[in-house]
Structure formats: structure tokens, C-alpha cells
């Protein structure tokens, strides 16, 4: 790197020639009279001309000074808007967080509440997804949903997700209650599509051949998936981590009990090389209720 001028000697130089007085420049830079006269001669003997014309009251620019000092104010504007820019964006109080729309609904809000109490002042803004991210740059924090086989190698696993097969209190297969697997066969099928593992799982660990996986109700959004069982349409598979809220409010139930872990799970990446402040404390927030996540 070439030599330049210390920043120092640059900035009495631009506030003596803007007020022509050391005292003053002195004034403005919270520094003695002394300095201000030392800084601008340290200065002309480092570009080898003199920069002022030093009167016994008074100062004027040389045109040495006169030339120089546009592109000294520019400069030293450019450094102040910088560190400006970077002081405001470290102090901002606001995460940018994107997370599918299913776990928006189901985990997310407990989590912001939870943050809201201790963090009133810092604003948590979610972007809602379906299968893909917002753009590039817009979070702060992003939550996808990837196979076990495909994921980014900074991404952290929130946890380690299970299935959950649930119907409404009220659905019966052929006028039964559901409550045993075998009654599948003859059940009215949910499906996510993009997710048929979850039906394949199932069939495979209680024996059940093809469960008729190619019929029965369909749609690519986990919610109202839920809502469709709910309304008593039929049976779905989910990751349990979307289940709970609806299980804890009764309306939905699991008939029968299993033990399948599911492909699809829940990672996050963080921004961690700009992360403000508060991004961090709402990072630390989310690791800690996922590790708390009881699935």
C-alpha cells in the first residue's frame, strides 16, 4: 500500500481551510491549537508544499490548498458516510427470518413470543415459504426444510424429526373408529406432494403393501393438509413437529403409535459473518427452543 497522510492530519486540514483558523479547527476537533498547527505542518512537509498562507490573524489557502482540499472533503464525506452506514447496520434492531409456511404456523410464534418478552425493542420480520427460499441477501436466518441426503454443509439441524400419523377424534373407516393399521387399506389418504415417503414409511413398517398411494387427497401445502384432516376428509402423515399444536388442542389425535424417523427435516443457515447484535441474540434464541423441541 502507498504511503498516504495520517487521517489525523487530514481532517485538521480540511476544518482549518473550511474556517481558516487553527483556534477554530481546534475547537470543532476537540484538540488543542498546538495540535491543529502540527497536524497541518506534519502534513505539508509530507506532500513537500505549503497548504496555507499564515498571516499574523489570519489563515488563506495556497493554491497548492485550494486544489487539494475538493478531493480531501470528498474523501473524508465518503469515510464518514461509510462508518455511518456501518455503525447504523450493527446497531439495527431487527432480525429477517424466512421458514416455511407450515413451520411459521405451528413452531415459530411460540418462539417470537418467548424472544419478544426479554427482547421488546428488536423487530423479528418472517418471510413465509413454500418449497424454495426467499432471495439471496433478504434473511438474516433461513429455515428450509431438506432430505437427510441433501443438505448445505453450514446448515445446522434444528432436530432430528419423526413421523406422525393423525385423523380427526371423530373419522371412521367403514363406520369404525381408526385404530389399527390394517384399517389403512380401506382409509381415505392425505398426500403431500413431494413427500410420498411419508405413505411409503408408513406401509413398509406395519406391512401393509401400497396403501393405494396413488389415489386418495392431495395438495403441497402441510397446513392445510392438517385442516383437510381436521374437517375429517381422511388420515396424513407429517412431521410431528407440525402435528403437536393440533394434537395439544385436541383436534386431531394419533390412533395408533410407531416410531419412524422422518428423511425430511428442519436445518438453518445463518448470515453470521454480517450478523448484527440482535441477529445473534435471536440465533441463540432459535437453537435453543429447537434444542428444546421435544419430537
Not at 428450509?144 to 419423526?162: P, Q, R, S, Y
Request: with cysteine; aromatic share 8%; proline share 5%.
Amino acid at each position: 500500500m502507498k504511503n498516504v497522510p495520517h487521517l489525523t492530519f487530514l481532517r485538521s486540514f480540511e476544518a482549518a481551510a473550511r474556517h481558516l483558523s487553527f483556534t477554530s479547527a481546534a475547537e470543532e476537533l476537540n484538540c488543542t491549537q498546538s495540535a491543529v498547527s502540527n497536524h497541518i505542518r506534519s502534513l505539508e512537509e509530507f506532500i513537500g508544499r505549503p497548504l496555507f498562507v499564515r498571516h499574523p490573524r489570519s489563515l488563506t489557502l495556497t493554491e497548492v490548498g485550494e486544489a487539494y482540499l475538493p478531493s480531501i472533503r470528498h474523501a473524508l464525506q465518503e469515510i464518514d458516510v461509510a462508518t455511518d452506514s456501518l455503525i447504523s447496520i450493527s446497531h439495527k434492531r431487527e432480525v429477517v427470518v424466512s421458514c416455511p409456511i407450515s413451520l411459521a404456523e405451528s413452531w415459530l410464534p411460540q418462539v417470537m413470543q418467548d424472544f419478544n418478552i426479554l427482547h421488546p425493542d428488536i423487530i423479528v420480520t418472517v418471510h413465509g415459504t413454500v418449497w424454495t427460499d426467499v432471495e439471496p441477501k433478504i434473511s438474516d436466518i433461513s429455515i428450509t426444510i431438506n432430505h437427510l441426503d441433501d443438505v448445505n454443509g453450514d446448515a445446522v439441524k434444528l432436530w432430528n424429526e419423526k413421523l406422525s400419523l393423525v385423523c380427526a377424534p371423530s373419522y371412521q373407516v367403514s363406520g369404525v373408529a381408526l385404530s389399527d393399521p390394517v384399517q389403512l387399506d380401506d382409509a381415505n389418504l392425505i398426500h403431500i406432494l413431494g413427500r410420498p415417503v411419508y405413505w411409503e414409511l408408513i406401509a413398509k413398517h406395519f406391512g401393509l403393501g401400497e396403501l393405494g398411494l396413488k389415489a386418495g387427497f392431495q395438495t403441497n401445502i402441510s397446513n392445510l393438509a392438517l385442516e383437510m384432516a381436521v374437517k375429517n376428509i381422511g388420515c396424513a402423515v407429517m412431521p410431528k413437529s407440525l402435528v403437536k399444536p393440533y394434537l395439544e388442542r385436541g383436534l386431531l389425535y394419533e390412533p395408533f403409535a410407531f416410531d419412524i424417523s422422518s428423511p425430511w427435516t428442519y436445518f438453518a443457515d445463518f448470515k453470521d459473518k454480517s450478523a448484527t447484535p440482535s441477529v445473534k441474540l435471536f440465533k441463540n434464541w432459535l437453537l435453543k427452543a429447537a434444542a428444546e423441541m421435544d419430537v
